[in-house]
C-alpha cells in the first residue's frame, strides 16, 4: 500500500509563496493559496494551514479560521469530481429536491459524502445565481442547467465512467483538483471554451436591442457630478442620487390613491 505524504511539496511552497507576491498586501492571497492547497493535497491539511500561515506571516489559528468559514474549502478528502445541487427555493420547487435525493439513492451516499470508487462527491448547495435555469448543478463550479433526475443520474455515470462531459454554459469538465488551480489563478487554457451565458440570460439584452434602449451616460443631463465623484457623506450620496423614477412612481402612486379615494 502507499502511502501518501501529508508534506507540502517544495514545488506547491513556491507556488504558495508566488500567489502571496501578487497582492500589495500578501494577506489578501490567502483564499487562492488554500485553493492551490487543496489542489495540491485534495483537501485542506493542516500542513497545508501551516505553509499558508508561515509566508503570510500570520498564525495557523487565523489561516484555519478561513478555512472553516468558507464551505468550498474542505476538511477531508474530496472525490474527483464535486456535483452540488442547488436546493434553495427555486431550484427545490422546480426539482432540486427530488434530483439530490435521486443522486443520493443512486450514489449510495449522503450530503458531503464520496462514493466509495472516490470519484464523485454530493453535496447539496446554496443559490448558484442561475434561478432561469432552475434546477441547477455544478460540477467542480460549472453549471449544468435545466437538470431532471433522469439526466442527473446519466450526468454523474458519464462522469464515473471517464466519458468527457462538457458544461452547460462553460468548458469540458476538468476533475476538482485541477479546478482547484484553476480557482488559485493558475489557468487552465479552457476559459474560451463554451458559451458565456445562455438564451434566458440574454433576454433583457434582445429587449433592450429591439427598442433601441441603452444605459444612461455619465455626462447626460439630469445627473449630477461626474462619474468620478465619489460622496463622502451619506448626506452627499442622497444630493447626488438620480431619484427621478422613485418620485415619478411615487407621484403615480399617489394619484390613483386620490382617485380610489374619491
Known amino acids: ?72 474549502y474542505k476538511r477531508k478528502p474530496v472525490g474527483d469530481y464535486h456535483v452540488g445541487v442547488c436546493t434553495n427555493t427555486l431550484c427545490a420547487v422546480m426539482g ?26 454530493l453535496e447539496h448547495v446554496e443559490c448558484n445565481a442561475a434561478c432561469d435555469y432552475a434546477p441547477v448543478m455544478m460540477v467542480n463550479w460549472e453549471f449544468m442547467d435545466n437538470q431532471t433526475p433522469q439526466s442527473a443520474v ?20 476538468c476533475t ?3 479546478a482547484e488551480r484553476v480557482l488559485a489563478g493558475f489557468p487552465d487554457g479552457r476559459v474560451d471554451e463554451g458559451p458565456a ?10 429587449i433592450a436591442r429591439e427598442r433601441g434602449w441603452s444605459a444612461p451616460s455619465p455626462d447626460a443631463e439630469g445627473t449630477t457630478g461626474s462619474a468620478n465623484e465619489v ?15 422613485a418620485q415619478s412612481e411615487t407621484v403615480q402612486s399617489e394619484t390613483v390613491e386620490e382617485k380610489t379615494d374619491d
Open 231 to 245: 460622496a463622502d457623506t451619506k448626506t452627499e450620496a442622497v444630493a447626488q442620487a438620480d431619484t427621478s423614477r
Open 96 to 121: 432540486g429536491d427530488v434530483i439530490f435525493e435521486r443522486l443520493k439513492e443512486h450514489l449510495d451516499v449522503g450530503n458531503d459524502e464520496t462514493t466509495a470508487d472516490g470519484r464523485i462527491t
Open 176 to 178: 476538482w483538483r485541477e
Open 154 to 173: 446519466e450526468l454523474v455515470d458519464d462522469l464515473r465512467a471517464g466519458r468527457e462531459v462538457t458544461s452547460t454554459r462553460g468548458p469540458r469538465i
Open 197 to 206: 451565458a445562455g438564451p434566458a440570460s440574454l433576454v433583457g439584452l434582445g
Open 1 to 72: 500500500m502507499t502511502i501518501q505524504s501529508n508534506e507540502i511539496s517544495d514545488a506547491t511552497y513556491a507556488e504558495l509563496e508566488q500567489i502571496a507576491a501578487r497582492y500589495p498586501e500578501p494577506r489578501s492571497g490567502l483564499l487562492p493559496m488554500l485553493h492551490l492547497v487543496q489542489s495540491a493535497m485534495g483537501r485542506i491539511t493542516p500542513e497545508g494551514i501551516e505553509a499558508c500561515a508561515d509566508i503570510l506571516g500570520i498564525s495557523a489559528a487565523d489561516v484555519s479560521g478561513v478555512a472553516t468559514f468558507y464551505t468550498m
